[in-house]
């Protein structure tokens, strides 16, 4: 290995996480950094976790006793957290860039780690780097290598959007500061080692698969709402135009009757306000013109409990995304619970969903494509479009603890494997 090469594979001790968001996944994937750091305390001497209030409060009454000294939560002022979370990418970008330097400064870490290095593609283009410290992060939304792996007919908009990102990653890769990409889209990490010069820096990360979780009675009261004799299509977690929760109302009104009597929907979450106004118009339609669809929307954040009790409870679990770019935790949930899926045809939802078995993979884009496929797995049996083995297989090595060990190896943690952090 060349002194360069080993200078960059350095080994970290003192760790840096930065994660301004607090809307989906990130109290529960820093939840796993601290289960690896306690269980693993001889590879690293402190561990910062630079985060918005809300995930500082949660995860100071998670951290055990133990912990306290050798990890330390602080919470981002209520200035940086709006800087961070500007909807404007350039202006979140900087502003993650400027608070990570600040506090690596601050802590005297030796790296630092972007739970969401999406934003930063930018200023680490522009060869932004942190003074010293080495960086690294999970990439989300690569969508450049989107025609390699499956259907894929971009717009106009799609298109430029994907020269952007190209023309951002292959520079990015150059910035000596950046020490590691990890990706959930093992197949963008492939791409990237056969495109890009410094392609080498780009690995692959299973997006973790949560274990169900047992409920008290209460938690089960959702899952028992719908009528045993339906097949229970289901929705879940922050329901928003992205997730499609306006396609699938619609596909709705498009059924036979003679499916809208036989299926029950549940869509379970937090509804976007930007779209509850058209979501209740469309329910309020739906109940005149389809009186015999069974259909229940709970608008609040559910928990894990209540998320395992239904998940359990449906016969397909719909994730009817509209062109979305990146990994799926809902698509683990179906896998976990043994359910099959409904979902996109695109990108790398539709690849893993094909490969492996997980369920049904159309233009749910499109309502009458999307209507078609409820029809098709209530009248035909959702079973046949799952194979319950290769889902099985699917989720037993993304466990919450490689999921940890990963993003400690990449920052070269001593104690993890440190081979693990280069292709």
């Known amino acids: 290995m060349s002194s360069a090469r080993a200078e960059r594979l350095r080994p970290a001790r003192r760790i840096l996480v930065l994660e301004p968001g607090s809307d989906g996944h990130q109290l529960e994937w820093l939840l796993h950094l601290i ?22 409060d949660a995860l100071r009454q998670a951290l055990p006793a ?33 608070v990570m330097r600040r506090y690596l400064r601050r802590c005297g870490a ?24 080495f960086m690294g992060g999970i990439l989300f939304r690569p969508s450049v290598h989107y025609r390699e792996i499956g259907p894929y007919g971009p717009s106009r908009r799609e298109r430029l959007r994907d020269w952007r990102k190209g023309v951002l990653y292959r520079l990015m890769l150059r910035n000596s500061a950046l020490r590691s990409v990890l990706t959930l889209d093992p197949h963008f990490a492939d791409y990237a080692a056969h495109r890009y010069p410094a392609g080498h820096k780009v690995g692959a990360l299973d997006d973790p698969a949560h274990p169900l979780v047992d409920g008290g009675p209460g938690e089960c009261s959702l899952a ?52 509850r106004a058209a979501a209740g118009a469309r329910r309020e339609l739906l109940s005149r013109t389809r009186p015999d669809l069974w259909l229940h929307i709970e608008d609040r954040r559910l928990s894990a409990a209540e998320l395992s009790a239904l998940a359990r409870r449906s016969d397909v679990i719909l994730a009817p995304y509209q062109r979305f770019v990146g990994s799926s935790g809902v698509m683990l949930w179906a896998a976990q619970a043994g359910k099959p899926l409904l979902t ?80």
Do not use: N
């Not at 330390?72 to 979140?92: F, M």
């Open 35 to 56: 289960d690896h750091a306690a269980a693993h305390g001889d590879g690293w001497e402190t561990l910062w976790l630079v985060v918005s209030p809300v995930l500082a």
């Open 110 to 133: 030796e790296a630092g780690h972007f739970l969401a290095l999406d934003h930063l593609t930018l200023p680490l283009a522009l060869g932004f780097g942190a003074g010293g410290p």
């Open 224 to 275: 028992s709402l719908p009528p045993p004799d339906r097949v229970l299509f289901s929705l879940f977690g922050y329901l928003d135009e992205r997730k499609g929760v306006l396609t699938l109302l619609d596909a709705l009104a498009r059924l036979p009757a003679a499916t809208t009597r036989r299926i029950a929907v549940v869509l379970a979450g937090r509804i976007d306000p930007a779209i």
């Open 344 to 423: 996109q045809d695109v990108g790398l939802v539709g690849r893993l969903v094909r490969d492996h078995g997980l369920g049904l993979a159309l233009d749910v884009s499109d309502p009458d494509a999307l209507a078609a496929g409820i029809e098709e797995m209530a009248e035909r049996g959702a079973e046949r479009f799952f194979d319950a083995a290769a889902a099985r297989r699917f989720v037993e090595r993304r466990t919450p603890a490689a999921f940890a060990e990963r993003i400690f190896a990449s920052l070269g943690v001593a104690g993890t494997r440190d081979h693990a952090a280069i292709r």
């Open 66 to 98: 133990a912990l306290h000294g050798r990890i330390e939560i602080v919470a981002l002022t209520p200035g940086e957290t709006r800087l961070c979370a500007h909807p404007k990418l350039a202006v979140s970008g900087f502003s993650r860039w400027w």
